[in-house]
């Protein structure tokens, strides 16, 4: 069985008809990658340039802040960096109405968070086991707590030289938790609000941030679930789209260059099924409330 769960339509964003839109929320709220092979997002000709080597200051990608504007990892500067923050900030709108035509029910619902070009081909670069995002992991971030809140990506595949972006996608999350829940550590008391106090994190870390940092670590640490036969090799061509939840599918990028991706926060409230969310699967095994 795939975990890609497939739309026709290249035309931006692609007009789903409501049993299609249904279907797309009971996927990605069950896991799966939604995929549009066709949807490519446009680069204009004048944004060519930033498709080749020197932009990026930083070892995997360039990012940009749509709630201020800024840009972060380039060192494109004066007329470049105002064509950058252009093309970034299109695909943060893009990736808005697309989520919005997908999944109806999420309209108004979804936080516009972080964008990110990634122009440094991911197979051979170097990083510490814990920043190895060729093993498969979930998404949390020690700087960015979530308190609960989902974590929905939008990605491109926008490669010119049609290179595809090579993923691998694990099992699903309840039964990867209940694999890594009782050896993970117990939080300790008081250390997430000396956490917010040093600065170390934007907003204080809940026992939800912490479980989910363990969780991902430990994931990528363990040599025999990275290895694990279950797992699944997709291949997301250059010029097309997908949206998943990378804070509940387990994903690897092993390599591929020139995609963007777009982060959404949403409250699990706001899901069709709440009860499917990190959280909640947390929440059963820890048996109390951890956000
Ligand atoms: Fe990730």
Redesign the pocket.
Known sequence: MTRLESFDGSAWPPPLVPSEQARATEALEAGQILYFPALAFTIEPEERRFLADGWSAAVKNISFDPARGTLGGTKAEGEDAAGLTRLMSRYAQASQKLIEAVIPNYRGQIEMARTSFRPVEIAGRTSSPRHD?TKL?V?AFPSRPTAGRRILRVFSNIDPNGQARQWRVGAPFASTARQFYQRLPRPVPGSALAHAMLGLTKGRRRDYDHYMLKLHDAMKRDVSYQQDSGVEAIAFPAGSSWIVF?DQVA?AATAGRHALEQTFHLDPVQMKHPERSPLRVLEDLAGRRLA
Request: proline share 0%; hydrophobic share 0%.
């Open positions: 995002d992991h998404d990378t994903h």
